[in-house]
C-alpha cells in the first residue's frame, strides 16, 4: 500500500452548499496544521480560515475535522475540510494540495481500499458498501446496509470459528492423545459440526441470488396481439415507455423499464404479441418474446384464461375491463390500465409476489463470487468421513480457507482492483 497521503471531494457534483474533502495518511495531521494554523482537537468541528501555504492567500473559511488513526475509517489519520461548495473553491484547494510533497489525488475507491487492507472492514463489507452505494430501491438499501455493517462477515466468521473449533479439538486428540486432560473419544462432534455448517451453507445458496436483488425482480408482459401489454406497460411504469396502437403487432421487439415499487427492484418488459408472424421482424420479436418468458421471474399474461405459459409464477389478467364486460373465469385479475380499475389490486399482487422472490429480513444473497466460494467449501465439507482424523482435520481446513477467500483473508489480490474500481474517487 502506498506511504503517500491522499485527498479527494467526497460529496457530490459542484456547485452545492457544502463540500467535503477528505483525506488520509500519514500528512494528513501536518497538512492541517499547514493550511489552518493547528490541529483541531480530535473529532471535534472547528472553524479555520484555511490559507494557500506558498503564497500565504485565503482560500476559504472552512469546518476543519481531524481524525487520529487508527481508529478511523480507513485506519489511518484522516482529516476532512468541509469547505463551500463552489466549482472555483474547491479547485483551488485541490491545486494547494497537489502542489504539497507526499499528497495526491485518490483514485478511484482507494479509501475503502485503504480501509479494507488496514483490517477497518472486511472485503464482503466492502462489497455490501458498494452494493449501498449504488442501491435505489428499499429493498437494496436494506441488504446492503446489512452487508456492510459487516453481518456476512460475521456469519462467515461464525462458520470458520466452529470449523476451527472442531479442527482444533481433532489435532488435541491426534497430537496429546497420552496427556491425561485430552479425552480421544470419537470423531462424530467433528461430522455433525461439517454436516451442520454444510447445511446452513446449502440454505444460504439456495436463497434469492444477490443479481436478482441488484438487477430487480423481471416481470414479462405476454399474450397475442391487441390485448393491452403495451398501454398496461405505460400504466405501470407511470410513462410512455411503448407505442400504443390498434394496429396488431406494433410491438416488434422487447422493451424494458426498470420501476421501483413499494420499494421492490423491477424491470418491467413489454414483448410482441405471441402469434404466427406476418413478416421476418415480428417473427423475430416473437422469438425474442418466447426467450424472455424462460428467464422472467413473473409473467403478467394477457392472452386467454388457461392459455397461460408453464410458469411457477404466473398473474392471469384481463386488461380491457373499460370496454368488454364479459364474465371471468375465476382467479382471472380483471382490470383497466385507462380507467385505473383493478390496478391497485395487480400493484398488490405482483408486490407480494416480488417480495417472496427477494431476501427477507435477515438473510443474505449471495452475489456470484460469494456464491462460488460457499459452493465450493459446502462441497469440501460433504467429504468429511470418518476412519482418518488426520485427513478429517485436514477436510475442515480446508474448507476453512476457502471461506477466507470470501472475507479477504487470502487469495483476493487478483480480483482488488476490479472491485474498489466501482467506488467513487472520494470513497
Request: proline share 4%; aromatic share 4%.
Amino acid at each position: 500500500m502506498s506511504d503517500d497521503t491522499i485527498f479527494a471531494l467526497s460529496t457530490g457534483g459542484l456547485p452545492s452548499a457544502i463540500a467535503v474533502l477528505r483525506m488520509s495518511g500519514p500528512q494528513a495531521g501536518e497538512t492541517v496544521s499547514t493550511l489552518a494554523g493547528a490541529l483541531p482537537a480530535p473529532r471535534t468541528a472547528s472553524l479555520r480560515l484555511l490559507r494557500d501555504p506558498g503564497t500565504g492567500d485565503p482560500i476559504d473559511r472552512a469546518l476543519v475535522l481531524w481524525f487520529p488513526g487508527p481508529e478511523t475509517a480507513t485506519g489511518e489519520d484522516v482529516a476532512e475540510f468541509h469547505i463551500h461548495g463552489s466549482r472555483a473553491v474547491a479547485a483551488r484547494l485541490r491545486e494547494t494540495l497537489g502542489a504539497m510533497a507526499g499528497l495526491r489525488a485518490a483514485e478511484a475507491g482507494e479509501f475503502t481500499r485503504r480501509a479494507f487492507l488496514n483490517g477497518r472492514m472486511d472485503l464482503a463489507a466492502a462489497e455490501g458498501l458498494g452494493d449501498l452505494l449504488e442501491a435505489e430501491t428499499e429493498a437494496q438499501r436494506r441488504h446492503a446496509l446489512r452487508v456492510a455493517e459487516g453481518g456476512l462477515g460475521a456469519k462467515i466468521g461464525e462458520w470458520r470459528d466452529r470449523l476451527l473449533g472442531a479442527e482444533a479439538r481433532l489435532e488435541a486428540v491426534l497430537n496429546f492423545s497420552d496427556e491425561g486432560d485430552v479425552d480421544e473419544g470419537d470423531e462424530r462432534f467433528a461430522l455433525e459440526l461439517a454436516e451442520s455448517v454444510q447445511c446452513e451453507m446449502q440454505d444460504m445458496l439456495d436463497a434469492p441470488p444477490a443479481e436478482r436483488l441488484r438487477d430487480g425482480v423481471r416481470v414479462v408482459l405476454a399474450g397475442p396481439p391487441n390485448v393491452g401489454k403495451s398501454t398496461l406497460f405505460n400504466a405501470l411504469v407511470a410513462r410512455e415507455a411503448a407505442i400504443v396502437s390498434p394496429t396488431a403487432g406494433t410491438t416488434r421487439d422487447v422493451i424494458e423499464a426498470p420501476v421501483d415499487m413499494a420499494g421492490i427492484p423491477m424491470v418491467l418488459c413489454d414483448t410482441a404479441g405471441l402469434r404466427l408472424a406476418g413478416d421476418d421482424i415480428e417473427e423475430e420479436g416473437v422469438r425474442r418474446a418466447r426467450d424472455l418468458l424462460n428467464r422472467a421471474d413473473i409473467v403478467l399474461w394477457l392472452g386467454a384464461a388457461g392459455e397461460a405459459p408453464q410458469h411457477d409464477r404466473v398473474i392471469e389478467l384481463a386488461a380491457k375491463a373499460d370496454i368488454d364486460s364479459a364474465e371471468r373465469d375465476e382467479g382471472v385479475l380483471v382490470l383497466s390500465a385507462v380507467s385505473g380499475v383493478g390496478m391497485a389490486a395487480l400493484r398488490d399482487e405482483l408486490v407480494l409476489m416480488a417480495r417472496n422472490l427477494l431476501p427477507g429480513d435477515g438473510e443474505y444473497a449471495l452475489n456470484a463470487r460469494h456464491r462460488d466460494i460457499v459452493r465450493e467449501a459446502a462441497v469440501i465439507l460433504t467429504q468429511a468421513e470418518s476412519g482418518d482424523w488426520i485427513l478429517l482435520s485436514e477436510t475442515l481446513r480446508q474448507a476453512r480457507r476457502v471461506l477466507d477467500r470470501l472475507t479477504g483473508e487470502s487469495g483476493v489480490e487478483d480480483m482488488l482492483d476490479a472491485l474498489f474500481g466501482r467506488f467513487c474517487i472520494g470513497k
